[in-house]
């Protein structure tokens, strides 16, 4: 089967189209036919060798498609049905893939927009369960117009919650969409939010990473009281919770989305669809930083 694979870390030059073995599903796991992969910004930090330290390694963790294979024991879908999901190793970007946490497409979806879901919905439902954000709440989402914040907006709005979210200008009227206040991020910050929230915030997720964690402290009311998932230096100096997978993931995502979906009252846009081949130029759009919504790549 084909797909993308490094053997050396730099640029998205080194990203290469392989032929690799089939994988096969373990028990509990199924296999599909992928349709298409979702493109992460982890995606380039692996690349270029910040985060594993292995060579060669085979690229993607999430992807909808065909289910063409079942591991023993699985009874919940059949040879043939839409699904998405995480895979079960990092190697989604590719014409088969094992997935080991799955759901059905959603019928309103394309393998395109289901692809871009799991990552998104998962890491921006596991900051809201660690912020504790429900009903009545004020959120402040820190880059609420990427395909990660866009998903916390949504669900948090989903929970009862009003939320601010920060975005440039351009991007106002999309988070006015999405049913968030829009600030502008940038000097001033706290003043423009206190301006809407007299009080200060409940809680305050980054998204970012924009070394704004001693505002959102300040708007939050103390450490405790914010997350981030892209600050990992400015979380340890500042006391703040860092948000990663590895700490448990929010996988009951996936199964609830279909629902907000189907009613209308969350939908995540796909910027821009790549074949499989031009992985290297998804990198550079994603890279690129102007990019709202989700990048993925397509499977013939």
Do not use: C
């Not at 998405?84 to 590719?94: H, V």
């Not at 991020?185 to 409940?202: C, H």
């Amino acid at each position: 089967m084909k797909a993308v694979r490094f053997s050396r870390f730099g640029g998205p030059e080194v990203l290469e189209i392989v032929d690799l073995p089939a994988p096969h599903p373990g028990p509990g796991q199924i296999r599909i036919a992928v349709r298409a992969a979702g493109v992460n910004p982890s995606d380039w930090k692996k690349r270029q060798g910040l985060m594993d330290e292995d060579l060669p390694q085979t690229m993607g963790h999430e992807a909808a498609g065909v289910v063409d294979e079942l591991g023993e024991g699985v009874t919940d879908v059949a040879v043939g049905d839409r699904v998405f999901g995480f895979s079960a190793e990092p190697a989604s970007q590719a014409e088969l893939a094992v997935l080991s946490h799955y759901a059905p497409v959603p019928p309103s979806l394309d393998f395109s927009g289901a692809a871009a879901l799991p990552a998104a919905i998962e890491t921006a439902t596991r900051a809201l369960d660690q912020l504790g954000v429900g009903e009545g709440g004020t959120l402040l989402v820190n880059g609420a117009s990427g395909s990660v914040g866009s998903a916390a907006v949504q669900l948090a709005v989903a929970r009862g919650a009003r939320v601010i979210g920060t975005a440039s200008p351009a991007n106002h009227e999309y988070l006015r969409s999405l049913k968030a206040e829009p600030v502008a991020y940038g000097e001033g910050l706290v003043e423009r939010v206190r301006a809407l929230a007299p009080e200060g915030v409940d809680v305050a997720l980054d998204v970012a990473g924009s070394g704004v964690l001693p505002e959102l402290i300040n708007l939050a009311g103390g450490p405790e009281h914010v997350v981030t998932i892209a600050d990992f230096a400015g979380a340890r100096e500042h006391g703040v919770l860092f948000s990663r997978g590895d700490s448990g993931r929010a996988l009951h995502a996936l199964a609830g989305i279909g629902e907000l979906i189907e009613a209308g009252r969350f939908w995540l846009p796909v910027a821009r669809a790549f074949p499989l081949a031009e992985v290297a130029e998804a990198h550079r759009a994603g890279e690129s930083g102007h990019v709202r919504g989700k990048l993925v790549l397509l499977v013939d």
